[in-house]
């Protein structure tokens, strides 16, 4: 060990910047929830005390109620959409091998990397061109487009230790077709399901860009919070608005990363050995 | 092991486009009988077994698993269970929810089931694991699962595909006296798929030893390791000198031969000997040359001196030299009186027993498209 590196070991310089970067990564978004709480219109310290009141004032607000709920039903749609296309795909690139397979994949997953909002404005321009009228439907499809990747990328690693040996196995043992997809292949690989359905629909649920450019006259949520950034009177209002939509996505996606790890190893262990 | 033929193969050829997997393939196995397929990778003897299973549908010929001509039927119709080579374990369900997963469908009574779960786990010595799950097990266990979930199902036929291959020495030694012992004690047919020569050596009734989608020959594990018909086959099995001899007679089934340096051996026939050209193609193995010390005398011997030497604990490698002979002999001592101290360029004097060697036909040419 050189002498640098000793000395540089009594300074917990390291330490010191995890902290600093967790802290600037983290402080905006915990003060949300304690200005939501703040008895006080305006987002400043001291804190004036405590009240639920602006949640209270959530729930008679029939315009955010509204956004919500378009919300729930764009993400939904979304989620099912992009699970069902990444399903199809996950299992074409896991278990078949096919010309051209890994230009499909990158293909697949390229919405991820391209700018979000020249997507939106090609996809607005064509919709226009199309004379379709704008509603949620069209903010689905668009947003499908982004979450199929999304879909793909956690399906995959589900579906890729699934043995094939295993669906085998099931007909060896005198299951038919049906019942081996039932009793084998859907177990299996159901958590990986239900994983890309929770990411899928947190991506949406919080999704801005497309969203703006698509929705037309029904708002979702994410649109909903900006119109109401114009008025500062309104702003404790969407600080609980924004806490609830946090702790949501935060629970979504814990379970789905859960969910994701119990595939793994299932379909990993499921053939390899010690 | 009766006389009765459980499986029965005629003539089954299977083409991958023009590449054949398969080559006219026919044999029949007995009820009751261990049969080995032995061969290197891609010589056919997986899709043999997988065709038996219902797997893979032959291009053409049949196959009768008891009497019935069984191409036509899918996997779960047939009278035979597989164990895969990966195990194919049901990763969400436990050790008893896998036995048991064949037995749903026979819709016993509650109890019944209990019971024929809890036997194959006994005969697979597994009882009290019945509640572990796939990842809680090790590669033995599962293995031994994979046994119990096919063999509860009582098959006329098992199946087993190279089951033993991912297991560390060992335990694979161990495993190949338990499946011995667990087919003797079930008494129906099994089928194993093996490229390990000694495992099908040690656990078969007969062994058919397979190259290039054909069967090269079919015999007890004895017949195949001392009289292998080709070149191909005696080299598969274990270590092999060959020579060239040239052919002196032929009595009806006996052909006199002059191995030069060994002097002229009278040898048995092998089933589609010919020569061409007056010469033929003879094999001695290398534990059949026995090393000969001080005043030891015999009746056949001959000098050489060592070339090569490599010690392998119980056993030492000699490779010697003979004048006269274009190829050093390979040798196998145990190391009981010093084989292993012999330096090299050490003249020694062998022994060898005439009876020893085999007369091996010429190998089909390889042809598969």
Known sequence: ?274 | MSDRAMIQIENVSKFYGIYKALDDVSLSIAEGEFFSLLGPSGCGKTTLLRSIAGFENPTTGEIYIDGVPSLALPPNKRPTNMVFQSYAIFPHLDVAENVAYGLKRLKLSPEEEKKRVGDALDMVRLSGLGRRKAHELSGGQRQRVALARALVMRPKVLLLDEPLSALDKKLREEMQVELRTLQKAVGITFILVTHDQYEALALSDRIAVMFDGRIAQIATPKEIYQRPRTRKVADFLGGMNFLKAKVLGEQGNAVSIDTARFGAVQLVKPQGFATSDGHVTVGIRPERLRLLWDDDRAPHELAGRIENRAYFGEVTHLTVGIDGLEQPLSMVETNNFGADDLPIGAEIRLAYDPEAFVLLAEDPPVSRL
């Open chain 1, 1 to 274: 060990m050189s002498l640098l590196t000793q000395r540089l070991r009594f300074i917990p310089f390291l330490p010191i910047y995890v902290a600093l970067y967790f802290l600037f990564l983290y402080l905006p978004i915990l003060l949300l929830p304690i200005f939501s709480f703040n008895n006080a219109a305006t987002t400043t310290f001291p804190l004036a005390g405590f009240t639920t009141k602006w949640y209270a004032s959530l729930s008679g607000n029939s315009v955010m109620l509204e956004a919500a709920w378009n919300s729930l039903i764009v993400g939904l749609s979304v989620s099912l959409l992009s699970t069902i296309l990444g399903i199809c795909a996950a299992r074409a690139i896991t278990r078949h091998r096919f010309r051209g397979q890994r230009a499909a994949a990158g293909l697949i997953m390229a919405p991820l990397f391209l700018p979000e909002i020249i997507v939106a404005v090609s996809l607005l321009m064509i919709v226009l061109a199309m004379g379709v009228e704008l509603s949620l439907v069209t903010v689905i499809l668009g947003q499908t487009v982004f979450c199929v990747p999304y879909a793909m990328s956690v399906l995959v690693s589900g579906f890729e230790g699934f043995d094939r040996s295993l669906e085998e196995a099931s007909y060896d043992l005198g299951e038919t077709a049906i019942g081996t997809f039932r009793r084998v292949t859907l177990p299996v690989v159901a958590p990986a399901i239900v994983s890309s359905l929770l990411v899928t629909f947190t991506i949406s649920l919080d999704e801005f860009i497309l969203a703006f450019f698509l929705s037309g006259t029904e708002p979702t949520l994410p649109v909903y919070i900006w119109g109401q950034l114009r008025f500062a009177a309104k702003l404790p209002g969407v600080l609980a608005l924004g806490t609830i939509m946090l702790v949501v996505s935060i629970l979504m996606l814990t379970l789905a990363e859960i969910l994701r790890r119990r595939a793994e190893r299932r379909t990993q262990l499921a053939h390899a050995l010690p």
